[in-house]
């Protein structure tokens, strides 16, 4: 109990209500993010419902995401490594 009252000194007030909103944000957030994937994973189980390669959808948004100078650049590569490995 002592050891309580001593930790709750070493925060004042203002800074121990700035830490306890920081959490609940990042809590709230967390929350948020969890509710977004479980709809992520709902839309990916309709799509291969409907008959789509969900690995591939993945892929494609990631793809996406990336600058398309990035990724050209990123495809021309490895099209040179899977070439000199006789792949392609």
Do not use: C, P, W
């Amino acid at each position: 109990m002592a050891d309580d009252i001593a930790h709750a000194d070493v925060l004042n007030v203002t800074a121990q209500s700035q830490l306890k909103s920081v959490i609940e944000r990042i809590e709230r957030l967390e929350q948020e993010k969890s509710e977004i994937a479980e709809q992520i994973k709902e839309i990916f189980a309709e799509a291969k419902g409907n008959g789509f390669d969900v690995k591939i959808l993945r892929k494609v948004v990631r793809l996406r995401k990336q600058d398309r100078a990035k990724r050209q650049e990123e495809d021309a590569i490895l099209d040179l490594y899977l070439s000199a490995l006789g792949e392609i």
